[in-house]
């Protein structure tokens, strides 16, 4: 079975690079295209960058998030929590059953990015909260490259989670699945929102253009190992 599933990853990392790269240009050119309306969201997502660099890394606030999302995503799976445990540097949660989203939604799941929208959206029932969108486009900066750079150094360590359906298949997984959130995410934290249709759209496109690419390119190698022999 895991053989299967690595070969099912590896087929499918073109489309999910493809699906990555198409994301992250069209948020580029949907952010320049608006000048400094966002300011506010890149300085915060430079404001996590520095604080790392020239503070330390906050793991225990990470964890927390972390074992929350595997708490999360079990109960959201039926599951019942028999332990949760938050340290320093690492915690542990223990659920009645386990499947690939409970043991990889801490990567793709970017727990305090979605705490702030949902907060935000919740005090817009009580106030007027468009002098807070300056905070909330920072907070949301700083959260999104918090979930990044966090997940990137903890992703270089070791992590049993990866090894349950193998390393490389949850890889590939969590790249598309962090994909498919991101453009929710882009759609939803801002007023002049991404289209996810169009997203996806561009995204179908360029997958069937690397995979003709491919296909096209394989036929070529082939045809000119035949005539070698």
């Known amino acids: 079975m895991r053989f299967l599933r690595n070969i099912i990853a590896f087929i499918a990392v073109p489309a999910v690079l493809s699906a990555g790269y198409t994301?992250?240009?069209?948020?580029?050119?949907?952010?320049?295209?608006?000048?400094?309306?966002?300011?506010?969201?890149?300085?915060?997502?430079?404001?996590?960058?520095?604080?790392?660099?020239?503070?330390?890394?906050?793991?225990?606030?990470?964890v927390f998030g972390h074992e929350l999302s595997h708490a999360i995503a079990g109960?959201?799976?039926?599951?019942?929590?028999?332990?949760?445990?938050?340290?320093?540097?690492?915690?542990?949660?223990?659920?009645?059953k386990d499947n690939i989203w409970i043991a990889l939604a801490p990567y793709f799941f970017p727990i305090y990015t979605i705490a702030i929208m949902v907060l935000y959206i919740c005090?817009?029932?009580?106030?007027?909260?468009?002098?807070?969108y300056g905070y909330y486009l920072f907070l949301i900066g700083f959260s999104v490259s918090f979930h990044i750079a966090l997940t990137i150094y903890i992703l270089s360590i070791e992590q049993p989670d990866l090894k349950v359906y193998g390393t490389f298949f949850s890889y590939v997984v969590i790249l598309a699945v962090n994909i498919v959130v991101f453009s929710l995410l882009a759609a939803?934290?801002?007023?002049?929102?991404?289209?996810?249709?169009?997203?996806?759209?561009?995204?179908h496109r360029n997958i069937i253009d690397i995979y003709k690419f491919?296909?096209?390119?394989?036929?070529?190698?082939?045809?000119?190992?035949?005539?070698?022999k």
Do not use: C
């Not at 949760?84 to 542990?92: A, L, Y």
């Open 75 to 96: 109960l959201l799976s039926g599951a019942k929590i028999k332990k949760f445990n938050v340290g320093e540097s690492s915690g542990s949660v223990v659920l009645t």
């Open 188 to 203: 939803l934290a801002f007023e002049d929102g991404i289209s996810v249709k169009n997203v996806f759209v561009k995204s």
């Open 123 to 132: 005090l817009g029932w009580f106030m007027n909260i468009k002098q807070l």
């Open 214 to 228: 491919i296909y096209n390119w394989g036929i070529e190698i082939w045809m000119a190992f035949q005539k070698t």
């Open 23 to 62: 994301l992250i240009k069209t948020f580029l050119l949907f952010s320049i295209s608006l000048g400094t309306r966002y300011t506010l969201f890149w300085i915060g997502v430079i404001s996590y960058i520095a604080f790392q660099a020239i503070l330390h890394k906050p793991m225990r606030t990470y």
